[in-house]
């Protein structure tokens, strides 16, 4: 006897579809007003997508889900970001490339930013956590440290690597811009000098004069 498969109510696939369209329609609206570097909110993203707001929450119960979903494929490797200095085995020139390649990307997207860090600190339980960016940066840049401080002292490493992840942050660009009344480029300036000093004191402290 032919065995007779299951089908599908008709209709159901036209309407999976048509969930499908309207999913990444609010996607790719989140992602074009990321690119903005503007204020970034559900309302907005829901009137580019051409849906209603509620119908936005229907999808992504809040705006940081919606835009970390966004944000995913939209960043280089750490090994993309620092092909500059893919060559160099200088910690402290690896570090300042890094910063500056962070920072660079906040001011391009900081709009998701600061909505990512408003809903990671009022809803630090149900919120998504955020892409932490720094994190393959920071460790890709003290890679060549690995055979010496890493295998000398790796606490030392450890520390250092925590005091980096302080300084090469969003929190750190807008403390600069908002509090300190910084021009933008001024305060990568002091970001790129504050990491540099970090990682050479570090260098000088553990491994001699010699290696800073």
């Known amino acids: 006897m032919q065995k007779i498969e299951p089908t599908a109510p008709q209709g ?10 309207t999913r990444t329609a609010i996607l790719q609206a989140a992602a074009e007003l990321m690119r903005t570097g503007r204020e970034v909110t559900m309302p907005e993203v829901a009137k580019a997508a051409l849906v209603s707001e509620a119908t936005a929450y229907r999808y992504f119960p809040d705006l940081a889900t919606l835009l970390q979903e966004a944000m995913t494929g939209q960043w280089p490797t750490p090994a993309e970001a620092l092909a ?28 998701a930013t600061r909505a990512m ?39 030392a490493l450890a520390q250092l ?36 000093t970090l990682t050479r004191a570090a260098l000088r402290e553990h491994l001699g004069p010699e290696q800073a």
């Open 84 to 111: 500059s200095v893919a060559e160099s085995s200088d910690p402290v020139e690896r570090i300042a490339a890094a910063t500056e390649h962070l920072l660079r990307t906040v001011l391009t997207y900081q709009g």
């Open 12 to 21: 159901m696939d036209s309407r999976a579809n048509q969930k499908l369209r």
């Open 117 to 155: 860090i408003a809903a990671t600190i009022t809803q630090p339980v149900t919120t998504v956590a955020r892409p932490a960016l720094r994190v393959g940066l920071i460790d890709h840049a003290l890679a060549p440290l690995a055979d010496t401080l890493g295998a000398t002292d790796p606490a």
């Open 161 to 196: 690597r925590n005091d980096l992840m302080v300084v090469i942050s969003a929190e750190a660009l807008f403390t600069l811009t908002d509090l300190c009344r910084l021009a933008p480029e001024d305060a990568i300036a002091s970001a790129v000098h504050t990491a540099t």
